[in-house]
């Protein structure tokens, strides 16, 4: 048997070279002389990879995360464009990093106080020094993230132009790292990795002026293999062309129309008003800063469980002007009533955008409790937005 691969349409095959077919020589194949062992194994490989490339997909769309793939060979300038990428969005998206590496915390170190999560992932670490990373891996390393308070995770996969083409990782979109100083024939040579991507960035674009060669070259080269990339000239060192890769990344952790982040719900009790209003100043200036939206605030008192619906104004007239759209249903109020203090008061805010920390900063500092918080499934809140009652509890996981 001969090289085992896989194509871009999932199917794998095997080459074989008999005396009949044709004779150029491909080199020494006696390692794969396995048979169609080989090829059952690692079609279980891909399968199991695949399985879990799709928990880990769903555990960003639950979360309202997107996440981005970052691939490229060794020494083209990814962590540098990844460390310039955290410091633009410090503040304005919430984001973690999956580092991955076979060895070393050295790129996670560099990533480190930028205002990101950082994950590390050693393949050297249980993996056997794998030159990817596949689904099994980035599952494990996303529990090293707080994904209900991310709008964005970035897995920057180890530096390698073959391998991580090849393996899904529950990712919305691939984006390489593609360095002038690497040779405009990298797109003919590794084509599998330059077809699978979305973007390339060209980087490096600053030393153009000490090669042979002319941006254009390299981009039609590019074009040869994926002719439906976006491709973006930039220079990591000198900021020159970084700003469309910012406004690409914007326009991809943001779908149009939309708020960044999760969809979300905070119970919110408290004895006294005055001592949560802090909190819902914070969540105001959220709101008007863009940061987040409110879909719905119901606040209630429980009378022996049973929830008693009362105004905002009622509460406090500073609580007035929060949305009452009736989006959480009485299932939803139900199931929050039951589990707090006779006579309690609370509020349940329902949320898009998961940037509501300020606020929960606010009703810890002043002991207020948050006595439940969690992801909203995305699909539900839009079914009931659109039918204006929520059709089942957006508040499932309330008990959990």
């Not at 973006?232 to 690409?248: C, I, K, N, Q, Y």
């Not at 408290?270 to 863009?290: I, N, Q, T, Y």
Request: net charge negative; hydrophobic share 40%.
């Amino acid at each position: 048997m001969g090289r085992f691969h896989r194509h871009d349409d999932g199917t794998m095959h095997s080459h074989e070279h008999g005396e009949d077919q044709h004779s150029h020589d491909h080199g020494d194949h006696s390692a794969y002389d396995t048979g169609s062992q080989r090829i059952e194994v690692l079609e279980a490989i891909f399968a199991e990879n695949d399985n879990q490339a799709e928990v880990n997909r769903k555990a960003f769309q639950d979360n309202g995360v997107r996440a981005l793939n970052l691939m490229s060979s060794p020494g083209s300038g990814k962590t540098t464009v990844l460390a310039a990428t955290l410091d633009e969005l410090a503040g304005e998206l919430a984001v973690g990093v999956v580092e991955g590496d076979i060895a070393t915390d050295l790129d996670a170190a560099k990533l480190s106080g930028r205002g990101a999560q950082i994950s590390l992932l050693n393949t050297s670490n249980g993996f056997g020094g794998e030159c990817h990373l596949d689904a099994p891996m980035v599952n494990r390393a996303l529990a090293g993230l707080d994904l209900p308070g991310l709008d964005l995770v970035i897995i920057e996969n180890v530096g390698n132009l073959v391998c991580p083409a090849e393996f899904d990782v529950g990712e919305h979109a691939k984006v390489m790292v593609y360095s002038v100083t690497e040779g405009e024939d990298k797109p003919l040579k590794y084509p599998v990795m330059f077809r699978s991507v979305d973007v390339v960035l060209l980087n490096k674009i600053d030393l153009i002026p000490h090669l042979e060669a002319d941006v254009d070259t390299y981009v039609a080269r590019v074009r040869q293999v994926n002719p439906t990339a976006t491709v973006l000239p930039v220079s990591a060192r000198t900021g020159e062309g970084m700003a469309a890769w910012f406004d690409w990344l914007r326009r991809f952790a943001v779908p149009a129309g939309g708020v960044a982040g999760p969809a979300g719900y905070a119970v919110v009790e408290f004895a006294d008003p005055e001592s949560a209003k802090p909190g819902f100043e914070a969540l105001r200036d959220a709101v008007e800063s863009g940061a987040v939206e409110l879909v719905d605030v119901q606040f209630l008192r429980s009378i022996a469980g049973v929830p008693s619906t009362l105004p905002g104004a009622r509460v406090d007239p500073a609580l007035g002007s929060f949305p009452d759209t009736g989006v959480l249903s009485q299932t939803d109020l139900d199931l929050v009533a039951e589990d707090m203090p006779h006579n309690a008061v609370a509020a349940v805010v329902l949320y898009t955008g998961g940037r509501i920390e300020s606020a929960l900063a606010a009703w810890d500092r002043d002991g207020v409790r948050v006595s439940r918080r969690g992801p909203v499934d995305p699909g539900d809140l839009t079914a009931a937005r659109s039918s204006g009652a929520a059709p089942i509890s957006l508040l499932r996981s309330v008990r959990d």
